[in-house]
């Protein structure tokens, strides 16, 4: 991640405008005077950067929660600050040749809400889960144009790549999206799906809560994919394959196909990599016979204005509010230079929540985004506005 080493951080005057960046205001960690975050708006993102002092020096980087895609922007507004306060800079891992060169063409790169308010229903839709350097997800979408592909990948490297490639190739069939496929997919309309490719996902032996393919995932994917849709799990992992062989089957009901060493029509990284070292390669299909109902309207998180007690605030800072399958987690309260207080939380599902901020004005409003919205995310929600409300 981009990141400057600098001697001293110099305090802007804040708003500061420094040609098309401007930085807001100044966030401070009311128990850590070791953090601040610097409130950066450019063109329609708006993000922060993190000040992080450690022993003998302090970084200036991008704040991970709020980074956006692609990088260029959190790249642009490091050497912004940097310039507009003079800072004297010790290190740093940003190229400024990188910085003139804008990825101009972001079309095909949609964020979830983009998914969540206007979700493409128009043709068939083929999702493609971690699709790494990209080499079957742009061989997909160019065998088959009247298909739309989307590509979810949580690598944003990766996920720069093959947005340049897709505007390279003039691709207009594939849109890509930087998130864990495992909350995408609860925004997919059901019956609509044709295929859900996961190819080589990372097995995580050690942590199997982390795995792509879970009980709710298989779900959810039953749920999209429309009758004689597949799910198709490609694997080298004997570990991988029998668990998600068992979770398949406890599903029951659809039918399974199970191929060894299957050749397909183009070889990705992984998949070349295995073949080299003579590993076997598992694929389990799974095909969709079930109609399913349409996905259920979701009330919108809404926050009514609220008076912030810095007490009561504090009081929460900290706390974990636990309920069935979910929680909300208060992990760090800010003061802004411009007087409101913001809170930097995690909430939702036990197994994959979200990392976002609160920010405490007039009406509460998350940052850098409203939470997907999944019913556990929105439990998570209501049990926010009553411990808000004291
Ligand atoms: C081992 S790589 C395989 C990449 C590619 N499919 C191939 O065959 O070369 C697994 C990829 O899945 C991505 N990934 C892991 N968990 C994910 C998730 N929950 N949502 C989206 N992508 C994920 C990783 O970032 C990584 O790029």
Redesign the pocket.
Known sequence: MPHLHIERFNPLPLPHRHGDVTFEYLAENVLHDDEKLIAVRMEEKAFFLLLKTLPGKTLLKADKLSRPSPTWYVKKALLAYAEAAGLNVLASNVDTADTGMHLDDNRALWSIHDFAERFPTDREVRI??????G??LLHQAKTHPDILFIG????KP?VEQVLKQINIRKLDNLLLLD????LFLELVPSNLVGRIYV????PWDKKPH?R?ISEAFVNESIRVLAPGGKLELRTDSDNYFAYSFDTFMRLGRNHLEIRKNRDIAVS????DRWKRQEKNIYDLILHNDTLSEPLAPLEAFTFAPAACDEAHLRALNGQTLRFEGGFVHFERLYRLGDGRMMFRLSLGPFERPEHLYLLLGDVPEYFPATPVRSRTNLEAHRRLKEALDG
Do not use: C, T
């Open positions: 493609e889960v971690g699709f790494g350097s080499r079957h979810i990948e949580i690598h990766s998130y864990d496929a495992r190819h080589f996902p990372v982390r792509v990705s990284k992984y998949e």
